[in-house]
């Protein structure tokens, strides 16, 4: 079976994991893959995923996901000064947005959701309905904060000169699923992540960063954390394991001028 090059590096495409309706297809070279058949069209707005989630307020996390979130507001707030402006896109019911004012980071949100925003907003934050672009929100902010979402975007490039626009020389937080992690290459087409009906992308971190780097991000940090897998011995190993969590926080300067003109690759 042939594939396409990758649309990030024009690397050798292969057959990674074939689920019962899709194929994840990824990248030799740089490892980031792609959902094949493509998910539809979504209307966020109109969908309530967050409600499918049992959880109400962020202390009604379980464990793992909240030291996720404890992870990645203390990466930002290691990396900004007191007053910073900050935007998280994509932001659901809040959770995040909680941990950074806990964490003494002002943030506002944009969340297309109509019931996730409106929750969030009962819980005291500052958040608007809508989709995220830079005529909707221009800023400039000191960073914006992407949790899950750029695996949604089908253009992540147009995303990412958005982003330049609305913070330039700022910083950008991205946190992915990692599909190179230890429970989905053992767990394969049963690790949940793979959401094949909503993702375009699975990322890898070490290929995301040498992709933004063509951009003219400058990638500052790489942690790593899981999700949610209660009691599963391989998820406990993971956390010794370097690259080993199935979740990683990437933090990249924003180019100061929009995005470097001439990347030779832009999905």
């Keep these: 079976m042939i594939f ?10 292969y057959l990674a994991i ?12 740089c490892r980031i893959a792609r959902t094949e ?5 979504i209307p966020y707005e109109d969908e309530d995923f967050h409600a499918a989630f049992p959880f109400t307020s962020l202390d009604a996390l379980p464990p793992t996901w909240r030291r996720g979130l404890d992870l990645q507001a203390a990466l930002l707030r290691r990396h900004l000064g007191p007053g910073a402006r900050v935007l998280e896109v994509g932001c659901g019911q809040g959770f995040f947005l909680e941990a950074l004012r806990r964490a003494g980071i002002a943030a506002r949100g944009i969340e297309p959701s109509k019931s996730a925003a409106a929750a969030a907003r ?3 934050h500052e958040v ?9 929100c221009p800023g400039p902010y000191d960073a914006i904060v992407l949790a899950q979402v750029f695996e949604h975007i089908e253009k992540p490039t147009a995303l990412l000169a958005d982003i330049a626009a609305s913070a330039p020389g700022g910083l950008v937080l991205l946190v992915q699923a990692n599909w190179r992690g230890l429970v989905p290459l053992k767990n394969r087409a049963n690790w949940y992540a793979w959401a094949p009906t909503h993702h375009y992308w699975h990322f890898a971190a070490p290929g995301l960063s040498r992709w933004l780097a063509t951009l003219g991000f400058d990638p500052v940090a790489v942690e790593y954390s899981s999700l949610e897998h209660r009691g599963y011995w391989l998820d406990r190993l993971a956390r010794f394991v370097p690259r080993g969590g199935d979740q990683f926080h990437l933090l990249a300067r924003v180019p100061a001028r929009g995005l470097q ?3 030779p690759f832009q999905p």
């Design 122 to 124: 009962q819980d005291g």
């Design 18 to 29: 074939t689920l019962p309706a899709h194929r994840v297809v990824a990248c030799r070279r």
């Design 37 to 41: 058949p493509p998910p539809p069209s």
């Design 261 to 263: 003109a001439g990347a």
């Design 4 to 13: 396409l090059p990758c649309p990030f590096c024009d690397g050798p495409s």
């Design 128 to 136: 608007a309905t809508g989709y995220f672009n830079h005529a909707s």
